[in-house]
Nanobody, 125 residues
Framework: VQLQASGGGLVQAGGFLRLSCVASGRFFSSYAVGWFRQAPGKEREFVAALSWSGGNTYYADSVEGRFTISRDIDKKMVFLRIDSLKPEDTAVYYC???????????????????WGQGTLVTVSS
């Protein structure tokens, strides 16, 4: 499985972005797909995830209400919409996939088997 994230860019605070992650290769209903981000000088942190089959969604407390994760099964794509962007949302955003959904490790980057290359989001104040 290969993942490719896109959609980042330079946005003013208060705006929105929709990030995309497209998967290639065999992708199974057991998978979960997550988004993480890494701000300059900080550890990579979990943002959101969803189960591929049921579409159940999970969010970090810090982003719930502004971030929306969704999927397009036919296109094997996962999206992350970010509303009301803040300068502190500036980070490289990564998509990742678990071969078998595991809620216990869903918020840990070590819980994922495949990673995309990241897309940079820069929010200006």
């Amino acid at each position: 499985v290969q993942l490719q994230a896109s959609g980042g860019g330079l946005v003013q605070a208060g705006g929105f972005l929709r990030l995309s992650c497209v998967a290639s290769g065999r992708f199974f209903s057991s998978y979960a797909v997550g988004w993480f981000r890494q701000a300059p000088g900080k550890e990579r942190e979990f943002v959101a995830a969803l189960s591929w089959s049921g579409g159940n969604t999970y969010y970090a407390d810090s982003v719930e209400g502004r971030f929306t994760i969704s999927r397009d099964i036919d296109k094997k794509m996962v999206f992350l919409r970010i509303d009301s962007l803040k300068p502190e949302d500036t980070a490289v955003y990564y998509c990742a996939a678990q071969q078998v959904i595991n809620i216990a490790t869903m918020t840990l980057d070590t819980g994922y088997d495949y990673w995309g290359q990241g897309t940079l989001v820069t929010v200006s104040s």
